[in-house]
């Protein structure tokens, strides 16, 4: 019962840099199953830096990511891939392979670790296609699609092995209101039917609120993370006035643009 | 320009009255705030400043600009500055740049440094007090350590490569033969216009400068000779070399560079694939094999090159020219070519998917990287065409 209780992920005394240069300190939080997980903070906080250590592209400089009790730094090459294979990860602009067709980008981690068939392949991809919305458009390039549908494919590549983990980097930016609201609509969907615990690294507001079950503050002054909860209990019940500017979007600050008026007077 | 710009009116005790006039945008050129301060430095006495914009005032940031450096002096001097009589715009304006000033200085730097100095002393505990100005020993230790790590980074790469290849060969690789079929394509048909043109004028140049020697002493036919030698051991190699390396070495710096920038190449990683084996294993034996071919491609134009002027302008017997060429060129030379070509396939496709995978994230990162790809894939070529001749005269080849 314990083992069924543990969290999915664990970070645990994270310190997180590039060499001298120290971009956040001190992290510990944990992601429960199924659960919709927000990292969010500022421009510039450190939460990329977060999802490269979380997903395995950058070691932190102190401390432990456990998924499912295991420590991923400390395994080796081996342990860490097969670590790995539970993720599907949706880069900040989809990051399609983009001499593969949409078709071969999701057919690709399907040829690597299954032993499908082409045609079972095929089928699967067809499958995963018609999930995120793009049936038909598998003989596409990602450079002849548009930025949303692009981020869709993105998914459906990043979904193509039924990970259990999904990380999502700024799954928002780029898209007009309807395609973000669309692809959150997608993330909720996704989480219900699969189940997976999806981890979304985003300053969006409208998505935070939208989807988010637990999340996570980070600071860029503090270089560390000041709160930790539910978006709307955040915003409803947190005194920390940055957690507070953050989630209503600095209400008192005004825009210069508005009050300096036009510069050339003649 | 003095008087037509700015006035000054003292005819209130302690108050110095300035009267902006005429063109003050930027297309007109900026005043010095020197002009006011060298006012206040010989009136001491003032301790208030109005300032008054005439009818005819025009102005944009250049004003602003102006008056913010001397809004930013009266303060220092405990001067007060009323802003009333200037165009209502202007007042918003100083006011905002004033606003953004303060809090700039206030919060906004306050908390860089404030971060930088916790980041610092996060990473130093014992040493909070970061050196100021580096002497020239630590610069000349910071470029040695730089370096270091850029061979460490290469020999990494290679041992990668090293170890992709093994796969390979072993077929436990992933190999997607339609990307290899696409790169032997660019490599082979869509460069053999260039590669023909190319050596055919090498060919041809060559069989005009020997000309000139050989003429003084009726030799002309050795043309034969000096085409045949020089184009199959060196120089079809090296000619071919260096337009791959401009063709092929700087677009596959490129195009990794932008999937490097893209996050494609993070995407492979978090896909447990090797982007070595996924993307340069290919690329470079595409080029590796080729550069061989390409090289004896070469050969035949250069000699062809040689063949037209010879016969053509210089009126040489063709069949007698074909014959030396036969007996010039040894089977030794052309082998002696196929290496040079070999290895500069190696060094072309390895300098052009190093770099690329060395590119920084960003725009002018892919325009370094290809830069450097074929500064290397050249320099690499002239060095390896010294070693390569030197080995070949100790062996007597």
Not at chain 2, 125 to 153: H, W, Y
Request: proline share 3%; aromatic share 6%; hydrophobic share 45%.
């Amino acid at each position: 019962m314990d083992h069924l209780m543990r969290p999915v992920i664990e970070v645990r005394n994270l310190d997180l840099g590039y060499g001298d240069y120290v971009v956040m300190h001190d992290l510990n939080f944990s992601v429960d199953k199924g659960n919709i997980f927000i990292v969010m903070g500022v421009n510039g906080c450190g939460k990329s830096t977060l999802l490269k250590s979380l997903i395995g592209l950058k070691p932190p400089e102190k401390g432990e990511v456990l998924y499912s009790g295991k420590s991923f730094w400390d395994e080796n090459e081996i342990g860490q891939q097969k670590i790995m294979r539970r993720f599907g990860v949706l880069y900040q602009n989809g990051a399609l392979w983009s001499s593969l067709t949409i078709q071969e980008n999701v057919a690709l981690p399907l040829q690597l670790y299954t032993k499908l068939s082409s045609r079972q392949i095929q089928e699967v991809v067809s499958l995963k296609l018609s999930l995120v919305g793009l049936d038909g458009f598998g003989d596409s390039f990602p450079s002849g699609i548009s930025g949303g549908m692009r981020k869709r494919a993105s998914l459906a590549r990043a979904i193509a092995l039924d990970p259990d983990i999904i990380f999502f980097d700024e799954p928002s930016s780029g898209l007009d209101p309807i395609n973000a609201r669309k692809l959150d609509d997608l993330i909720l969907e996704l989480r219900d039917v699969s189940g997976a615990t999806i981890v979304i690294v985003t300053h969006e507001l409208a998505s935070i609120f939208a989807v988010g079950d637990n999340s996570v503050f980070l600071d860029a002054e503090s270089k560390t993370m000041i709160a930790t909860g539910e978006p709307k209990a955040l915003l409803a019940n947190s005194k920390d006035p940055r957690v507070i500017q953050f989630l209503t979007r600095g209400a008192e600050a005004s825009l210069p643009g508005q009050q300096a008026g036009s510069l050339n007077h003649e | 320009m003095l008087p037509e710009k700015i006035s000054f009116d003292y005819s209130i005790p302690k108050t110095l009255l300035i009267k902006l006039n005429g063109d003050w945008r930027i297309s007109a050129g900026f005043l010095s705030e020197s002009t006011v301060t060298s006012e206040l430095a010989s009136h001491p006495d003032i301790r208030q400043i109005n300032l008054i914009a005439s009818q005819d005032l025009r102005w944009d940031s250049g004003l602003i600009s102006f008056l913010l450096k001397l809004v930013r002096e009266c303060v220092q001097k405990d001067i007060q500055v009323v802003r009333q009589e200037l165009p209502q715009e202007a007042q918003k304006l100083l006011a905002l740049a004033l606003k953004v000033d303060k809090k700039s200085i206030s919060s906004g730097v306050a908390a860089i440094v404030e971060a930088k100095k916790n980041s610092r002393l996060l990473s130093h505990p014992n040493n909070p007090d970061p050196v100021v100005s580096e002497s020239f020993l630590e610069r000349f230790g910071q470029k040695a350590l730089e370096i270091t790590e850029s061979l460490r980074l290469e020999i990494d790469f290679l041992g990668d490569l090293a170890v992709c290849f093994g796969r390979l060969i072993r077929g436990k690789s992933y190999f997607r033969w339609d990307d290899f079929l696409l790169i032997v394509k660019r490599c082979g048909v869509d460069t053999l216009l260039l590669v023909s043109l190319i050596s055919l004028l090498v060919g041809m140049i060559l069989a005009f400068v020997g000309s000139i020697q050989l003429k003084m002493f009726g030799a002309q036919i050795f043309i034969a000779y000096i085409v045949g030698i020089a184009m199959v051991r060196v120089l079809s190699a090296v000619m071919t070399g260096i337009i791959m390396s401009g063709r092929i070495g700087a677009s596959f710096a490129a195009e990794l560079g932008m999937m490097q920038t893209n996050e494609e190449i993070d995407a492979l990683k978090t896909l447990g694939v090797s982007p070595v084996e996924f993307l340069v294993v290919p690329r470079v034996l595409a080029v590796v094999i080729m550069m061989p071919i390409l090289t004896i491609y070469a050969d035949l134009m250069g000699v062809l090159g040689g063949f037209l002027i010879s016969v053509g302008m210089l009126h040489l017997n063709p069949v007698e020219y074909l014959n030396l060429t036969q007996k010039a060129v040894k089977l030794n030379y052309v082998w002696v070519g196929l290496i040079h070509g070999f290895v500069f396939g190696v060094i072309v496709a390895v300098a052009g998917c190093l770099r690329g995978m060395q590119c920084e994230r960003n725009a002018a990162g892919v325009g370094v990287a290809t830069t450097s790809a074929v500064v290397t894939g050249i320099t690499g070529i002239v060095v390896a065409t010294a070693i390569i001749t030197f080995i070949c005269q100790v062996l007597g080849v």
